[in-house]
């Protein structure tokens, strides 16, 4: 395994973006930027030896800094939305930047996605690192993160995301890589894409995507995903979550545990790709690109709706307002550490 860096570009204000890539020694690799923790390109093979680049992004920081989507970035303070962009902690209610309409959206104004992060390279891993100050984007609690990437001989990309604060805080990382196993200048929508994810039920959202308390089993709906299915073969489905979401956009519970467990199997029947997803986080929102409006990526590609999806690991959205989901609250002093690992093969 290699490590190179190379300058990615600059952004508009003039910060010089670094870009990392960690390669295998059968030629797969991935390229990180410390802009955003963002994930710009991920090569693995398809089953006839080809390198197939199965993650959207550009090929420039305009590309980034310029388009919506969130497009292969590190996420926090809080993935997903919470609800009038405001929580509660121990009794004191801590407003929000509202940039979801009235909801807060993954992590604010200037997020996480948003930084260019210190970065040292570990042996075969890259080591990104932030301090957010007390009140950062409204959150209570100067908070050190550390988020290591790791990429192995086995096509396997780990995601390690630890963090610290000097005050009680709440805190949920994620990171938002939209994946395309048919390769991400295929041209193709991710529709007949196959996915299975072990979750009996998901939480439902309201009409403005916001995740609200209500856990809905998934059995008999069009969000059973026990066993593999096309991603696109229930999405037109006359369902009132499906029309809340545009298509999904839903946490799926996967229970508490401290194992990294394999939770989410995908699969491209053009490249034969299969990517597996294990995870120690207690959730996975599936967003199927609804909302991505057309735009051109990587080497001009033309993206639109529906041609990337998302499996954002993760703590429930909107669990300040919801009492009942597993608690997001990071005490001072307690270590956070949640593990993601997103494996590539051509095998099942």
């Not at 959205?317 to 993601?340: D, H, I, Q, R």
Request: with cysteine.
């Amino acid at each position: 395994m290699a490590v190179t860096k190379k300058l990615f570009g600059k952004t508009a204000d003039g910060r010089e973006v670094t870009a990392f890539t960690l390669t295998g020694s059968e030629g797969a690799y991935v390229t990180i930027l410390d802009l955003g923790g963002t994930i710009q390109t991920l090569k693995v093979p398809a089953a006839d030896g080809t390198l197939t680049d199965v993650v959207l992004g550009y090929d420039d920081v305009a590309g980034y800094e310029q388009n919506d989507g969130y497009f292969g970035a590190l996420i926090g303070r809080y993935g997903n939305r919470i609800a009038n962009s405001r929580f509660t902690l121990n009794g004191v209610e801590y407003p929000l930047y509202a940039n979801d309409k009235h909801n807060h959206l993954h992590g604010g104004k200037e997020g996480f996605d948003k930084k260019i992060w210190a970065a040292e390279v570990e042996g075969d891993s890259l080591v990104l690192s932030c301090v957010s100050p007390d009140m950062e984007e409204g959150y209570p609690g100067t908070l050190t993160v550390t988020v290591i990437y790791t990429f192995n001989e086995k096509n396997e990309l780990a995601i390690d995301y630890r963090a610290v604060s000097d005050k009680d805080t709440i805190l949920n990382l994620t990171n938002h890589a939209y994946f395309n196993l048919s390769g991400e200048g295929s041209g193709t929508t991710v529709e007949d894409q196959e996915l299975m994810i072990a979750a009996e039920a998901y939480t439902a959202v309201d009409e403005y995507g916001l995740t609200v308390e209500q856990v809905i089993p998934v059995e008999g709906t069009p969000f059973d995903f026990r066993t593999m299915k096309p991603i696109g073969r229930d999405i037109a489905m006359d369902d009132v979550q499906l029309k809340n979401g545009g298509g999904y956009d839903h946490n799926f519970v996967l229970g508490e545990s401290d194992e990294l467990r394999r939770v989410v199997v995908a699969h491209s029947p053009r490249t034969g790709i299969y990517m597996g997803v294990c995870t120690t986080q207690p959730g996975v929102q599936l967003y199927t690109g609804n909302m991505t409006g057309d735009r051109l990526g990587k080497s001009g590609h033309a993206y639109g709706k529906r041609t990337g999806f998302c499996l954002e690991t993760q703590h429930y959205p909107n669990s300040m307002a919801c009492p009942s989901f597993p608690s997001v609250v990071l005490k001072a002093g307690e270590a956070y550490e949640e593990v993601t690992v997103y494996g590539f093969s051509c095998e099942k």
